[in-house]
Each structure stands twice: as C-alpha cells, then as structure tokens.
C-alpha cells in the first residue's frame, strides 16, 4: 500500500508532530509513505530520517489555487493509493480537488474543533472518502454540522511516553534556564500566543492565586502574535516578577516535569498535544473543558475542567492544586496512566491503518 501525506506545518510542533509519529509507525509496518510538504520544513528532515520519500512542494495558503495542479502531477506520477491530508491552510479543499482529478480515495484529518457553515461542510467534505478526527469532541461537531457518523471516525492524537516521562531532571536548570526564581509553585502554559488559547483568563485569575500563594510563577511556553499584547497586560496588571515568556522551546520533555501545574484555559482545542504531553509526565492539568480536552483531562481524575471563561473557578482549582501537593501528585499519576492506556503512538498508527484498509476493502474496482 502506497500513501501519500499533505502537511502544510513547517515546525515540528501540533499537528506536524503527529504526522512524524504516523510517518515513522507506518514505515515500520511495512507501507511505502510519500510527503508532500513545503520546502525546508521540519517535517521533512524527521520524514527522510524515517525513510520517508519527501516531494517539497510551493504552498501559500487558503488561495493557492494552482496547488491543485501541482499536487495533481505529483499524484498521475507517483499513483498512490490513497492521499492523506493532514493540514488546513489550503492543503485540504485544493488537495481533496487534486485527489478528485486524479481518482484516487481521499482522508482528511481534521485536528480542530471550530464550527463551520453547513452549506461549506456539506460542498467541502464531499471531497473526502473518510473524515478522521483526532478527538470525539471534533467528531461531535462535524455530525452535528451535517456528516454521516459512518464517514467520520475518531483516532486520537498520540505522545512519546518513553520521551515524556514524569521526573524533573534537574530543578535548578529549569529555573535557570526559564528566568525564574529559586522557590515557589511553577505553572505553566504551553500554547501559541493566540486568543483562542485564552491565556488572558490566567492572568486575570493570578491576583487571587498570588494572594494565597504569593511565591508562584507561570512561564509561556510559545509564540505568537499575541506575545506583544499579554506582554503588555502584563506590565499593566504588576505581574512582570511573576510572569516569563519562554517562547518555542524544543525541549519540553526536559521542562513540561518540573511544573506543578499545566493550566491550559483555551476557548477551542481539539485536543491538545501539549495537555498529553504534559499528562506523560505525570504534571495535573487544570483545562476548560473544550472541545476534545475532557478526553484527556478527567474531572477530578487527572486533572479539573472549570466551566468555560469562569475566572473564579480556575484560580479556585489552581488554588486547590498548590496547597495539596499530595493530591496534585495523585491527579499527575492518574494522568500518566491514562496516556498509557488510551494515547499511545501503536494506538493512533493502527487506527489509522484500519482506515486505510476499510477505505481500499469497500472500494469497488
């Protein structure tokens, strides 16, 4: 069997991140993988190390009309047997036309939670032999939005757990190294700088995580264009001594352990690589429960889901996490187990796999 991958990602974050672990998985089960990526990506260089076939390709976005053309003659050269698209940005409605053109199956994956239109559902997901969704929360809102649940199937997004282990290395370094003080709780946010990633609610809810806790910092791990804006209300609301920008690090499997808490208070996730990396190291999440993110996060299971841009409840729940270090820590277990059980890379490659097999099995001739 033949596939052939569309990742519009350029960094080896998110979604591309998974798509490096479906490469690598796929390979060593004995399938001929084919990427389309843009040139100079991460993507390719993971690919290539996996023994991928990697075909960098120019792509610019939601108006590149002409990639449907030059991803058509990829495909009447190369006559994979299925097209797998893994990005938005252009790549899946130009591709879904692309594989259209050339008669070969299509799958999408769809990695957010967003609504759509119903009339663009029904015109742009006609494209697609199979939707996946990486979360059942994703799933929910596409059949709600028009799809047949028999086209639409749930394979969750994985973690590296021999990367992402429980354990802080060394405390000291990760202090150092992020800027911040010898003592004190350390929450964290890994997440680009977006609105939608609702970092704000965090900063309006440290006032009162101060006033009991009054040692604690919280470090920004991402970028984003937002970074100028917080920066600000940052400064605005005193809390330049308690709050750090990180930026992109590449090393989270070395920092994401030394955190007390992971709160991750977004207005819309899918799921949420960072909350499965995060809950591979044992750390208790504090999350809205958006879209895919009660998958992971289990009230009072492996971490607490206050009710969506409720301020009081997530500083209550922080609050409780951080006088409660035992309980904390029980939460962080829970949460190791639970990435075990049902987040495993073996899990995501196999579902996928299945896919592809349904998909070329009930084909006609």
């Known amino acids: 069997m033949t596939v052939l991958h569309v990742e519009t990602g350029r960094h080896l974050y998110g979604g591309a991140l998974q798509v490096a672990y479906l490469l690598r998985g796929l390979q060593a089960a004995g399938l001929r993988n084919l990427l389309v990526c843009p040139p100079g990506s991460a993507i ?4 290539r190390e996996a023994g991928v076939t990697v075909l960098e390709t120019a792509m610019a976005g939601d108006a590149d009309v002409g990639f449907v053309f030059r991803l058509r003659r990829i495909l009447r050269r190369e006559r994979p047997d ?10 899946d409605l130009w591709g879904g036309i692309a594989a259209r053109l050339a008669g070969i199956p299509v799958i999408l994956t769809r990695r957010v939670d967003n609504p759509e239109p119903r009339w663009w559902v029904g015109l742009k997901y006609g494209l697609y032999d199979r939707v996946l969704s990486i979360s059942e929360g994703i799933r929910q809102v596409l059949i709600a939005e028009g799809l ?5 199937s749930c394979v969750h997004s994985a973690v590296d757990t021999e ?19 010898d003592d004190g709780p350390v929450l964290g946010v890994v997440a680009q700088l977006i609105a939608r990633k609702g970092h704000r609610y965090l900063l309006q809810a440290l006032p009162g995580i101060l ?3 009054p040692q604690t910092q919280v470090v920004f791990l991402g970028q984003g264009p937002l970074e100028a804006e917080l920066r600000a209300e940052v400064e ?20 994401l352990p030394c955190l007390d808490v992971l709160v991750h208070p977004a207005e819309m996730e899918g799921l949420g690589v960072s909350l499965l990396q995060a809950a591979a190291c044992g750390v208790p999440i504090v999350a809205f429960p958006a ?3 009660p998958e992971i996060v ?16 997530l500083q209550q729940r922080i609050i409780e996490l951080l006088q409660d270090p035992q309980r904390a820590r029980s939460l962080g277990q829970q949460g190791r187990a639970l990435v075990e059980r049902a987040f495993s890379i073996d899990a995501m490659v196999q579902g996928n796999l299945a896919v592809y097999r349904q998909l070329l099995f009930q084909r006609p001739a």
């Open 44 to 47: 390719a260089t993971a690919a």
């Open 82 to 91: 299925i097209v797998h698209l893994h990005s938005r940005r252009g790549a």
């Open 148 to 152: 047949a649940p028999s086209r639409v």
């Open 163 to 181: 990367r992402y282990r429980p354990g802080c290395a060394d405390a000291v370094n990760f202090r150092r190294a992020l800027g911040l003080r």
């Open 211 to 213: 006033a009991v806790q």
């Open 236 to 255: 605005q609301l005193g809390l330049g001594d308690t709050v750090h920008f990180a930026g992109f690090r590449d090393d989270l499997e070395q920092l």
């Open 291 to 293: 879209g895919g993110i």
């Open 298 to 313: 289990c009230e009072g299971e492996t971490g607490y889901l206050p009710a969506l841009g409720d301020v009081s409840a």
